[in-house]
């Protein structure tokens, strides 16, 4: 009777908890069976959903620890919710599994994998929570293609892409030397490659090898054919005999197991294996749904078409049709695709920190977004046409978000009224070409109070870059460092520059092919070597490039209609090349030799000359000694 009257006891103490509660709570040691009280939590954040819909519970906690295979969908149904990190606890959401015990043979750890053959494509792990290498031929450097595309582009006024669109045989076949593919062609249906091209990377695996007429068949067509524009160096990645290092790893699809070297002294103590593509899927039609205050990781990616900028490459939380959803203090590391992809209206992106992801951080499509203080840092570490953020989007806001180590662009966007302020840029287009820290088909766009830094590695990379068909935007009161070409306009319309300092330690260029109404006012130009390219470069190209009638007013290349009160700063006179432009616009804009030692070194040296400080008081841009002692910092 006793043991009775307990068990009723306990039975109402459930109940009354569930009835009382407003939110429910997760953990990794909780139970599915429980209430999900912060007592009695659940295990899955699964169930806690399902819960959550019944009981019109709008509110989800995550306690702290590890919580592995998730992969959460989002629905209508979910409308109003709020998932959240526990006060300041950690909470992980895996879109992985981990492996803790490991046969070995032959000086290699080997993972026999549990999901199905074929199921999910990955191409990273983590072994005792770091990035590791997969197998890479050749073991440095590229092989190099033998494909000849001698195609010319098409620039996007006159309808963009290639002149002759390539056939599915130029997109899908590699033609190879044979001393290359000796060293792996035993393992042809492992064998994934990929091939830089301008502006993008192409990736895909090998369906088979054509030894007759050395030809490498890849399983889908690249976005760009093998050779075009000269591209042609390519790498072989996941082959047994490219496991040639410790701390590289394979994956045999139809044994279906992984094969990792150790490491010199390692001691392996888990592995976990990507087996997601989303972390969190938003379907569509959700809303008003807010995440919070916790971290995903290891989402995996299905071998795919990476598209433009990386944009189709499988992000850890996705989402289309969406309105008014929130991402607020969340951590996504080490994924082996891209960070975030979402397409809607009325979307808030704030206090991300997103870090070493495969493919690029944040991918937005829509109207009123906003993207506020966000820390991205090392993306592309698999597939290098990715980016800091990218998209497409009307009335965005970007601002206070710093951007750091990017292959392709910091921020890549086609926006429509957009602002994009006090953000750092550092070290964007490490890896690919024609793109820049800031980029993108713009309108009605403002570039304000951002710091830009470049590489340093006398590699030319672009600041702002406002590319075809741009028009009414400006650049306000940024600072660019040693990038090359800080500025660069093409084939736009009513673009202003203005108060901004520009300094490079090696030959500084500003472009403005193609381009009319363009105002560079008030700037500061500091460089051993300054030289301005205009129209002049594209006035006999302008006439054949067959341009769409709306297009021709953005084309007409009347360059630099403004050249006022700017201040260049040179090693000499004859070093400055000043844009083919009136007397009268180039009123008030001086000349200046500075001091060799002051061009090695960088802003807060500048300081030395008074001409220098004269121009930073004149140029608005409210710079104090504190702050150049801050750039400074930037900039090492």
């Given at each position: 009777?006793?043991?009775?009257n307990?068990?009723?006891?306990?039975?109402?103490?459930?109940?009354?908890?569930?009835?009382?509660?407003?939110?429910?709570?997760?953990?990794?040691?909780?139970?599915?069976?429980?209430?999900?009280?912060?007592?009695?939590?659940l295990?899955?954040?699964?169930?806690?959903?399902?819960?959550s819909?019944?009981?019109?519970i709008?509110?989800?906690?995550?306690?702290?620890g590890?919580?592995y295979?998730?992969?959460?969908?989002?629905?209508?149904?979910?409308?109003?919710?709020?998932?959240?990190g526990?006060?300041?606890?950690q909470?992980?959401?895996?879109?992985?599994?981990?492996?803790?015990?490991?046969?070995?043979?032959?000086?290699?750890?080997?993972?026999?994998?549990?999901?199905?053959?074929?199921?999910?494509?990955?191409?990273?792990?983590?072994?005792?929570?770091?990035?590791?290498?997969?197998?890479?031929?050749?073991?440095?450097?590229?092989?190099?293609?033998?494909?000849?595309?001698?195609?010319?582009?098409?620039?996007?006024?006159?309808?963009?892409?290639?002149?002759?669109?390539?056939?599915?045989?130029?997109?899908s076949?590699?033609?190879?030397m044979?001393?290359?593919?000796?060293?792996?062609?035993k393992d042809?249906?492992?064998?994934?490659?990929?091939?830089?091209?301008?502006?993008?990377?192409?990736?895909?695996?090998v369906?088979?090898?054509?030894?007759?007429?050395?030809?490498?068949?890849l399983?889908y067509?690249?976005?760009?054919?093998?050779?075009?524009?000269?591209?042609?160096?390519?790498?072989?990645?996941?082959?047994r005999?490219g496991?040639?290092?410790?701390?590289?790893?394979?994956?045999?699809?139809?044994?279906?197991?992984?094969?990792?070297?150790?490491?010199?002294?390692?001691?392996?103590?888990?592995?976990?294996?990507?087996?997601?593509?989303n972390?969190?899927?938003?379907?569509?039609?959700?809303?008003?749904?807010?995440?919070?205050?916790?971290?995903?990781?290891?989402?995996a990616?299905?071998l795919?078409?990476?598209n433009f900028?990386?944009?189709?490459?499988?992000?850890?939380i996705?989402?289309?049709q969406?309105?008014?959803?929130?991402l607020?203090?969340?951590?996504?590391l080490?994924?082996?695709?891209?960070?975030?992809?979402?397409?809607?209206?009325?979307?808030?992106?704030?206090?991300?920190?997103?870090?070493?992801?495969g493919g690029?951080?944040?991918?937005i499509?829509?109207?009123?977004?906003?993207i506020?203080?966000c820390?991205?840092?090392s993306?592309?570490?698999?597939?290098k046409?990715?980016?800091?953020?990218?998209g497409?989007a009307?009335?965005v806001?970007?601002?206070n978000?710093?951007?750091?180590?990017?292959?392709?662009?910091?921020?890549?966007?086609?926006?429509?009224?957009?602002?994009i302020?006090?953000?750092?840029?550092?070290?964007?287009?490490t890896?690919?070409l024609?793109?820049?820290a800031?980029?993108?088909?713009?309108?009605?766009?403002?570039?304000?109070?951002?710091?830009i830094?470049?590489?340093?590695?006398?590699?030319?990379?672009?600041?702002?870059?406002?590319?075809?068909?741009?028009?009414?935007?400006?650049?306000?009161?940024?600072?660019?460092?040693?990038?090359?070409?800080?500025?660069?306009?093409n084939?736009?319309?009513?673009?202003?520059?203005?108060n901004?300092i520009?300094?490079?330690?090696?030959?500084?260029?500003?472009?403005?092919?193609g381009?009319?109404?363009?105002?560079?006012?008030?700037?500061?130009?500091?460089?051993?070597?300054?030289?301005?390219?205009?129209?002049?470069?594209f006035?006999?190209q302008?006439?054949?490039?067959?341009?769409?009638?709306?297009?021709?007013?953005?084309?007409?290349?009347?360059g630099?209609?403004?050249?006022?009160?700017?201040?260049?700063?040179?090693?000499?006179?004859?070093?400055?090349?000043?844009?083919?432009?009136d007397?009268?616009?180039?009123?008030?804009?001086?000349?200046?030799?500075?001091?060799?030692?002051?061009?090695?070194?960088?802003?807060?040296?500048l300081?030395?000359?008074?001409?220098?400080?004269?121009?930073?008081?004149?140029?608005?841009?409210?710079?104090?000694?504190?702050?150049?002692?801050?750039?400074?910092?930037?900039?090492?």
């Open positions: 009777m006793r043991k009775l307990l068990a009723i006891f306990l039975f109402i103490l459930i109940c009354s908890d569930v009835i009382a509660q407003n939110a429910l709570y997760v953990s990794p040691n909780g139970n599915d069976h429980l209430s999900g009280s912060l007592l009695n939590p295990q899955t954040i699964d169930s806690a959903l399902v819960i819909r019944k009981q019109h709008h509110t989800i906690y995550l306690r702290k590890t919580y295979n998730v992969n959460l969908k989002i629905t209508k149904a979910d409308s109003n919710l709020l998932i959240s526990y006060k300041k606890e909470a992980v959401l895996y879109g992985g599994m981990p492996f803790t015990s490991f046969e070995k043979k032959d000086g290699l750890l080997i993972i026999s994998l549990l999901q199905k053959k074929g199921a999910t494509d990955f191409q990273m792990i983590l072994v005792n929570g770091s990035w590791r290498q997969r197998s890479r031929l050749p073991r440095s450097g590229s092989y190099r293609c033998l494909n000849e595309f001698k195609v010319k582009m098409v620039p996007l006024a006159s309808g963009g892409g290639l002149e002759r669109k390539p056939t599915t045989e130029e997109l076949q590699l033609k190879y044979p001393a290359d593919i000796a060293q792996w062609k042809v249906k492992n064998a994934e490659i990929s091939l830089l091209n301008q502006w993008s990377e192409s990736y895909a695996g369906d088979a090898v054509d030894t007759i007429a050395q030809v490498i068949k399983n067509p690249l976005i760009a054919p093998p050779g075009s524009l000269g591209h042609k160096e390519y790498v072989v990645w996941n082959t005999e496991l040639t290092q410790g701390g590289q790893w394979y994956w045999d699809k139809l044994l279906n197991k992984i094969f990792y070297r150790e490491l010199p002294g390692e001691t392996v103590q888990e592995i976990i294996v990507p087996t997601q593509r972390i969190i899927t938003f379907e569509k039609g959700a809303e008003k749904v807010r995440l919070k205050g916790f971290s995903l990781c290891a989402a990616n299905k795919q078409n990476e900028a990386c944009s189709g490459i499988d992000p850890a996705e989402g289309s969406l309105r008014n959803i929130s607020e203090e969340l951590s996504i080490q994924t082996n695709g891209s960070a975030i992809r979402l397409q809607g209206n009325n979307i808030n992106v704030t206090g991300l920190h997103i870090r070493n992801c690029g951080g944040i991918y499509n829509g109207k009123n977004i906003t506020t203080n820390v991205i840092d993306m592309g570490k698999i597939f046409g990715a980016t800091g953020i990218q497409s009307q009335k806001l970007i601002t978000c710093t951007i750091s180590n990017t292959p392709y662009s910091g921020i890549c966007l086609a926006i429509d009224s957009g602002v302020r006090d953000c750092i840029i550092k070290h964007a287009m890896d690919l024609d793109g820049g800031i980029y993108g088909n713009s309108h009605h766009t403002s570039v304000l109070h951002n710091y830094v470049g590489n340093n590695d006398n590699r030319f990379t672009t600041g702002i870059y406002f590319d075809e068909l741009s028009n009414d935007c400006s650049a306000q009161n940024n600072i660019v460092v040693n990038t090359g070409v800080p500025i660069h306009i084939i736009a319309n009513s673009i202003i520059y203005s901004n520009f300094v490079d330690k090696q030959t500084q260029t500003i472009n403005s092919g381009s009319s109404a363009v105002l560079l006012d008030g700037n500061i130009f500091v460089a051993p070597k300054i030289q301005f390219n205009g129209p002049s470069v006035d006999k302008i006439d054949t490039l067959k341009l769409e009638p709306k297009n021709r007013k953005s084309a007409n290349p009347t630099i209609t403004s050249f006022q009160n700017n201040c260049l700063f040179s090693m000499s006179a004859d070093n400055v090349k000043l844009p083919r432009t007397k009268k616009a180039l009123s008030g804009t001086i000349v200046k030799n500075i001091n060799a030692k002051n061009m090695s070194a960088t802003i807060l040296n300081l030395n000359d008074k001409e220098v400080i004269r121009c930073i008081n004149n140029s608005k841009l409210g710079l104090t000694s504190k702050k150049l002692e801050e750039i400074e910092l930037l900039i090492r």
